[in-house]
């Protein structure tokens, strides 16, 4: 199980479908969502100067519970206590971490997020 302090709440993003060309494709502008509690985001930021504008790049990681319904490429939709909305990327497969006993307590994912 997760600490106590993990108590934030994210919404899950994950694109609907829709055909293109014979092929089916993420249609983002109508993504299904869900709710996971129990969670807590992680981030350090960095910036960057490309091209005489600056790029601020967040990366950080996302503690979820064990059964949160969580895949790569989802985008992570969260308030920082700045009051500051974020939409992250899951960026690679969400990762389950066991304890020494083998029961899986949480799941990890790595999130990524650019500015500017």
């Given at each position: ?49 490309l091209d ?11 503690y979820a ?13 969260w308030t ?37």
């Open positions: 199980m997760l600490p106590s302090w993990c108590r934030e709440s994210v919404v899950v993003a994950r694109p609907g479908t829709r055909e293109q060309r014979g092929a089916t494709v993420p249609d983002w502008r109508h993504p299904q969502k869900h709710t996971v509690g129990g969670c807590s985001v992680q981030l350090p930021s960095t910036s960057m100067t005489g504008r600056t790029q601020t790049s967040l990366g950080g990681t996302l519970p064990p059964d949160a319904d969580l895949r790569a490429g989802d985008r992570i939709e920082d206590l700045t009051g500051t909305d974020h939409t992250f990327l899951v960026d690679g497969e969400p990762m389950p971490w066991t304890s020494p006993t083998g029961r899986v307590t949480h799941l990890q994912a790595r999130l990524a997020e650019w500015r500017g």
